[in-house]
């Protein structure tokens, strides 16, 4: 397989500036004549290259004249032209079936619709084309189908014409008129109801914003309309962007290998980012649904408008629009609040990235996958919209923004915009604009050092050392960054030291009574200080300092670092009680509980597992009944770090020790607050007032969950009957849902499988909810190989849908830590990662990574892990897509 490198870059030779396409739709074959006006713009003689993947070529015709197959070339997926002119136009015409294409990219059949998905390498499979993001093009597409199967016709753009034809179809004609890449193509054919709003923008240009979804789910597409609503306002309101299409529209998909996907002016979406009710969605679901509705929507500016040079330039658009979403998901959770309140209802999105971060991105940069976030090579691009790419590659635009402040992030932003609209670019194009600002504020300095972050891999490690004097009342503090080489670096250039990056590290001092302590930094004072770490090691003293102080470490998470220190227990403990940064307040109490985990870790072998300490239950106690923090912040600070985060921390990695380990501190964090868990369960119980996914009620609803989790763990009497009172009683699928996971997580009851039956014959007809009823079994501690096999025998069961896979195998498989990590579950993996490269193989390279740490277990989970490893890259058809997975997994 070959391997594509970012240095080998070429512009393509040719424009393409106007596309014209006609589809004669059909779900068995669809027939497809594109014209291509094509102008050269390099050297004479050079052969027009078009790629095209499992498709049947019926003709090509250069300036209306048929070619006869001795005059282009065919193989390898490339069709060649050897045109003679500067400018000519191309017609083409073949054949692809939609109903026999189970990889989900390009046209597919999804129940009795017809969808395309062409990012990045989809477009290939509609018709020939340079299927490449530097190719920009106005495209005209023409659709022609059975007016009863396909009553419905969408495309990019705005309608131009709507006709029936004498044969008995009927066809639309649609005009984008934004030039644009391949990979945002798309077209939808179907019965689909709408809803649909009218709005007005900034500058006063009237749009139609309209979500599309299967006859009947119309019921659930208001919150999704309003999500988009509100990302309109909010694109306007703090970037100054505003919508450049008459309309906008989402159209929900069943099967869908992704969350959503920015087509322009026509998103495809995961019907699981648009549906929601209140008996169907619970909170988080509601939530993720704004995120990704915002993501998409800001990238009709970042990712459309200005677009990627080639695909090595990938989280150019997606991490800068996951930082857009995530902005605009934390100005949603503060909206109507000031102050401290408006920070902590901020932070509770901060912790829930940084947590996904922690959980998806370091161990990928710490193994066989790890990439900067502009990568160097690949063999399947597919493989790399990775959390490299989206998270970390969001938090390297945050950095940007924290150093130049919002203002200057703002105005680097229209820089960005000035420079590049309407353009293919690189990222090193948007750090250049954003540096032009940060020289204004820094003479003399610049970002070369911060470019590093584009180039390197690996998470860094920053050091923290902090030296007091009592006599001269100052305090210094000493930051030094390590950089080591991962995974395929090691391999390149061992002995090289990586050069230092530029690194923002808020800090903030207390005093032993943990009050702030005003710091003198740059000509100011402030609770706050951005230390901009830029070598190797740096050292600032703070004056005036009139004690000791316990330090506030990398506040907000200003990078996406590892922080090394020596704490004691008692500054935790401090911190969790006083620090004002409300994410570093959080941060402290996980550490407090890592550590325990940590100890009982160790002591797993051991007869008798050690008291937890008693500090911890006493801050636990405090937090949960101080009545200053938020409940969806309480949430958080009281949940433990998840099996997952504290089985990254083992070494060698044992999912044995993690469990147990996990499961002991939790049962005695509930066995200890018992009566106060009682009591705010209590005082947290919603009426029947109208349900709405607000952020103050839903997080009083997770509040509500969170103690009747800790009292099921506990085995507290109370607990069932709460629980099966909860999930019969619920007015909405949040509490539902909470009373079914604390019955299926914690007693393997007649009262559980009794829920569980109920629920499915209740929501048998509605798949979004059945994804869950799968996923809950899925995850569930009692849950073994047996289980998931007996449940894939289920008629609702099917490997095809994507969704319908994650819920029950990838559940399983990546969250299931002591049903998995047997010999049997590793088998188990293999098997489903063989089985689903025969039909999808971007979903099978997802679940083929699985176990990218394998090297890092204990001595008996790695050989069989390595083992079922083998066993897939032996397998003789594997796509380039799980290849290139194992192949680096066990390099
Ligand atoms: N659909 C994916 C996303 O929006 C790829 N662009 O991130
Ligand atoms: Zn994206």
Redesign the pocket.
């Known amino acids: 397989v070959p391997t594509i490198s970012r240095h080998d870059y070429q512009p393509y030779p040719y424009h393409l500036p106007r596309v014209s396409l006609e589809f004669d739709l059909n779900a068995a074959q669809t027939r497809v004549h594109s014209r291509l006006d094509v102008e050269r713009v390099g050297d004479e003689n050079q052969p027009l290259r078009l790629n095209g993947q499992d498709l049947v070529l019926e003709s090509v015709a250069l300036d209306g004249r048929t070619l006869s197959a001795e005059e282009y070339q065919l193989q390898d997926e490339i069709l060649t032209i050897f045109p003679t002119s500067a400018s000519f136009t191309l017609q083409i015409t073949s054949l692809c079936k939609p109903a026999e294409n189970s990889s989900l990219m390009g046209l597919y059949v999804s129940g009795d619709k017809l969808f395309t998905q062409c990012?990045a390498e989809g477009f290939r499979r509609i018709t020939w084309f340079p299927d490449r993001p530097d190719v920009m093009s106005r495209y005209r597409v023409t659709l022609r189908a059975d007016p009863k199967q396909y009553p419905l016709l969408l495309s990019n753009g705005n309608l131009l014409e709507e006709a029936d034809l004498p044969d008995g179809r009927h066809e639309a004609v649609w005009e984008d008129p934004h030039p644009k890449p391949s990979y945002l193509f798309a077209l939808v054919a179907g019965d689909f109801a709408c809803r649909e709003q009218a709005i007005t923008t900034q500058g006063k240009r009237d749009a139609l914003l309209q979500i599309y979804s299967d006859r009947g789910s119309e019921t659930k597409t208001e919150w999704a309309l309003d999500c988009l609503v509100r990302s309109v306002q909010w694109d306007e309101q703090r970037f100054g962007l505003e919508l450049d299409l008459d309309r906008f529209m989402v159209v929900a998909a069943r099967d869908f290998n992704?969350?959503?996907?920015?087509n322009k002016g026509l998103n495809i979406f995961n019907s699981a980012y648009v549906l929601a009710d209140k008996d169907s969605a619970t909170d988080s679901a509601y939530r993720a649904i704004e995120a990704v509705i915002g993501?998409?929507y800001f990238?009709n500016w970042t990712g459309n408008r200005v677009t990627c040079r080639d695909w090595f330039q990938l989280s150019l658009k997606?991490g800068l629009t996951v930082f857009r979403d995530q902005e605009f998901s934390a100005d949603m959770l503060a909206q109507d609040l000031s102050g401290a309140e408006a920070a902590s209802a901020r932070a509770v999105k901060r912790i829930d990235d940084v947590s996904t971060l922690r959980i998806a991105q370091f161990p990928e940069d710490a193994g066989p996958m790890a990439h900067p976030i502009r990568p160097e090579s690949y063999q399947e691009i597919g493989n790399f919209?990775t959390a490299t790419v989206y998270e970390k590659g969001a938090e390297v635009i945050r950095m940007q923004h924290t150093i130049l402040g919002e203002a200057g992030f703002r105005a680097g932003i229209d820089e960005y915009f000035r420079r590049h609209d309407g353009a293919a670019v690189t990222c090193d194009d948007f750090v250049s604009a954003m540096e032009s600002v940060y020289i204004q504020q820094n003479p003399g300095k610049d970002l070369d050092a911060f470019r590093r972050w584009y180039s390197q891999a690996g998470t860094p490690r920053v050091k923290v050392d902090l030296d007091y004097n009592a006599e001269t009342r100052t305090c210094s503090i000493t930051l030094g960054q390590r950089n080591e080489a991962v995974g395929i670096e090691r391999l390149q250039s061992p002995l090289l030291p990586k050069p230092p990056l530029h690194i923002p590290f808020a800090l903030g001092l207390l005093d032993q009574q943990g009050k702030a302590i005003p710091l003198e930094h740059d000509g100011k004072t402030a609770e706050t200080v951005l230390l901009e770490l830029t070598e190797e090691q740096q050292t600032w003293v703070f004056s005036n300092i009139p004690q000791k102080p316990v330090p506030s470490l990398l506040r907000n998470f200003s990078a996406p670092v590892i922080v090394d220190v020596e704490r004691q227990e008692a500054d935790l403990i401090l911190l969790a009680q006083h620090d004002t940064d409300p994410f570093a307040r959080w941060e402290a109490v996980q550490e407090l509980a890592t550590r325990q985990l940590l100890a009982l870790t160790r002591s797993v072998g051991e007869e008798q597992q050690p008291e937890v300490d008693p500090r911890i239950i006493e801050t636990w106690k405090r937090l949960l009944l101080d009545a200053d923090l938020s409940a969806a912040y309480k949430t958080r600070i009281l949940s433990q770090p998840t099996e997952k985060e504290l089985l990254e921390k083992t070494s060698p990695m044992d999912p044995a020790a993690a469990v147990k380990a996990s499961r002991h501190l939790r049962r005695q964090l509930g066995e200890a607050l018992a009566s106060d868990w009682l009591s705010v369960y209590r005082n947290s119980a919603g009426s029947d007032e109208q349900y709405t996914p607000d952020p103050l009620s839903s997080g009083r609803r997770s509040l509500h969950n969170l103690c009747l989790y800790y009292l099921m763990a506990a085995g507290h009497p109370e607990a069932k009957p709460l629980a099966v009172a909860q999930y019969y009683g619920a007015t909405n699928m949040t509490d539902r849902m909470g009373g079914l996971s604390a019955l299926v997580h914690f007693s393997n009851s007649p009262e559980s499988q009794e829920a569980l039956n109920h629920f499915y014959e209740q929501w048998q007809q509605d798949p979004l909810v059945i994804d869950k009823w799968f996923a809950l079994q899925a995850s569930a501690p009692g849950t073994t190989v047996e289980t998931i096999k007996s449940l894939m025998l289920h008629p609702a069961f099917s490997l095809r849908n994507p969704n319908r896979a994650r819920s029950l195998i990838f559940q399983f498989c990546m969250n299931n830590l002591q049903g998995v990590h047997t010999s049997e579950g590793y088998e188990f993996w293999a098997d489903q990662v063989i089985a689903l490269d025969q039909l999808n193989p971007e979903i099978a390279a997802r679940l083929a990574r699985a176990f990218d740490s394998w090297a890092r277990f204990t001595a008996t989970n790695r050989d069989a892990m390595q083992a079922g490893l083998q066993r897939i890259q032996q397998h003789p058809t594997l796509s380039r897509n799980v290849s290139e997975i194992v192949s680096k997994a066990l390099n």
């Open positions: 990012e992704m969350g959503a996907m920015e993501h998409e990238h997606e919209y």
